[in-house]
T-cell receptor
Framework: NAGVMQNPRHLVRRRGQEARLRCSPMKGHSHVYWYRQLPEEGLKFMVYLQKENIIDESGMPKERFSAEFPKEGPSILRIQQVVRGDSAAYFC?????????????FGPGTRLTVL | RKEVEQDPGPFNVPEGATVAFNCTYSNSASQSFFWYRQDCRKEPKLLMSVYSSGNEDGRFTAQLNRASQYISLLIRDSKLSDSATYLCVVNPHNGNQFYFGTGTSLTVIP
């Protein structure tokens, strides 16, 4: 049973370009969470999705950031017109059931560097 | 006030030592608590859930103090492989969000 998969593992973009980060949850998991981790800081919740639905996006900046989890395929975190401050590690996690009692399984992360 | 606060450390302890971390949370209605471990440049991994009655897993013991709103992690007989950052995680109301502390860094020295 493959774990949570994220790609790319490393992504370099120039200011103003778009970044697309992909996350495939564990088999049988339909809940996906995206987090951002800045150096020397904790993980910050961004968005929680179930298949085809955004459940909670309260942690995601209103501009330039969007997320989706289509019926088929991975969850996508999209950052438009990237700026240097977007440089961070972006982790995706999946759970089998609702948050709270379910363990979150994390992917290896995507390290975004904005030049 | 942050949802979850941890002493960032670093904690540098010799092999075989006992070390304890505390973590405080602000929402008294929080329901679920966890300790995760994160190695350098790796993803977090669940170490253990924290139950109201406290729980133990080998050399690791987790405690919850609802009155004072903190959870603790005790590591006995520290090993070199315990060197990592330990993240305190709280889920208020069994809601959508998990709140992560900034982590406590532990280095076990030979």
């Amino acid at each position: 049973n493959a774990g949570v998969m994220q790609n790319p593992r490393h992504l370099v973009r120039r200011r103003g370009q778009e970044a697309r980060l992909r996350c495939s949850p564990m088999k049988g998991h339909s809940h996906v969470y995206w987090y951002r981790q800045l150096p020397e800081e904790g993980l910050k919740f961004m968005v929680y999705l179930q298949k085809e639905n955004i459940i909670d996006e309260s942690g995601m900046p209103k501009e330039r950031f969007s997320a989706e989890f289509p019926k088929e395929g991975p969850s996508i975190l999209r950052i438009q017109q990237v700026v240097r401050g977007d440089s961070a590690a972006y982790f995706c996690a999946s759970t089998q059931g609702l948050a709270g009692s379910s363990e979150q399984f994390f992917g290896p992360g995507t390290r975004l560097t904005v030049l | 006030r942050k949802e979850v606060e941890q002493d960032p450390g670093p904690f540098n302890v010799p092999e075989g030592a006992t070390v304890a971390f505390n973590c405080t949370y602000s929402n008294s209605a929080s329901q679920s608590f966890f300790w995760y471990r994160q190695d350098c440049r790796k993803e977090p991994k669940l170490l253990m859930s924290v139950y109201s009655s406290g729980n133990e897993d080998g050399r690791f013991t987790a405690q919850l103090n609802r009155a004072s709103q903190y959870i603790s992690l005790l590591i006995r007989d520290s090993k070199l492989s315990d060197s990592a950052t330990y993240l305190c995680v709280v889920n208020p109301h069994n809601g959508n969000q998990f709140y992560f502390g900034t982590g406590t860094s532990l280095t076990v020295i030979p």
